[in-house]
């Protein structure tokens, strides 16, 4: 069991605030989604702290924090909490996410997808936004609407 109550991030709350809103809406309807209440619900209210969105790394990271402080779940419920964070709440580092994962988070086609992994592998890691908008065979348009879903670190 959690030992700190609301003084940082539990899963839920950071759940939460992945909605980027001050009153955070309802966590979407998939089965991960009790796995998170389960593992989290004891020691955090889900408005209890906002924070911004995580890449997958980051969500990693997050969870590995709150299992340290006692979170319970087996190694499969934990995995299934970050892909759900990842999925729904998740920041997409476009120098190192797997084709799927952009194709899922930003909703690029694989054609565009497999065009910024091939960028990165030809170029080197992608610097920043102006860049990415460069790359050839992938909508400018779409990027920017997906600006705040994407990392360039971390």
């Known amino acids: 069991m959690c030992s700190l109550k609301s003084a940082t991030f539990g899963l839920l709350a950071i759940c939460a605030a992945a909605f980027g809103q ?21 020691c955090h209210e889900i408005e209890a702290v906002i924070v911004p969105r995580r890449t997958r790394i980051g969500w990693q990271q997050s969870v590995d924090d709150m299992i340290a402080r006692g979170a319970e779940g087996s190694d499969a419920d934990m995995a299934a909490i970050v892909e759900y964070l990842v999925t729904y709440f998740g ?20 054609a565009e997808a497999q065009a910024i ?10 610097k920043d936004f102006e860049e990415l908008k460069k790359v050839p065979d992938v909508s400018a348009e779409k990027l920017q609407s997906k600006r705040g879903l994407i990392a360039f670190s971390q």
């Open 22 to 42: 001050d009153q955070p809406g309802p966590l979407p309807d998939v089965p991960a989604r009790k796995l998170l209440q389960k593992a989290c619900s004891s």
């Open 91 to 110: 920041k997409v580092n476009v120098n190192t996410a797997p084709v799927a994962e952009m194709e899922k988070v930003l909703g690029l086609s694989s």
């Open 117 to 126: 992994a091939a960028y990165r592998q030809e170029h080197g890691k992608i």
